[in-house]
């Protein structure tokens, strides 16, 4: 069993910058070797679409090409923390942000494969 936590939303202006965490822990003190660590978003009346995602072993990154060169993602191993540095905000970067795990290798799967969702954390850019 995974448990994620995020945090670091937040109301922001146009071209300004949040980082979201997001904190996982597991049973047993089990590692995230083997895992990867995704960031999706959903805005209202819309579908949950991904943001990126990094492979815990390499990490391997993919991004959606709607954030690519504005947001990165990053993970401390020690602190078995994910996170995602999001800069350029603009209105259209508003939703709730979800933290997600799966067990495997693909950076490249949609929702549906994720195993573990944390409970959203809210975003807001102001124009």
């Known amino acids: 069993q995974v448990q994620l936590v995020e945090s670091g939303g937040g109301l922001v202006q146009a071209g300004g910058s949040l980082r979201l965490s997001c904190a996982a822990s597991a049973a047993s003190g089990r590692t995230f070797s083997g895992y990867v660590m995704g960031w999706f978003r959903q805005a209202p009346g819309k579908e949950r679409e991904f943001v990126a995602a990094?492979?815990?072993?390499?990490?391997?990154?993919n991004y959606a090409d709607s954030v690519k060169g504005r947001f990165t993602i990053s993970r401390d191993s020690a602190k078995s923390t994910v996170f995602l540095q999001m800069n350029s905000l603009n209105p259209e970067d508003t939703a709730v942000y979800y933290c997600?795990?799966?067990?495997?290798?693909?950076?490249?799967?949609?929702?549906?494969?994720?195993?573990?969702w944390g409970q959203g954390t809210q975003v807001t850019v102001s124009s």
């Open positions: 997600a795990a799966r067990q495997g290798s693909s950076t490249k799967v949609g929702a549906s494969r994720y195993d573990w």
């Open positions: 990094i492979r815990w072993n390499d990490d391997y990154m």
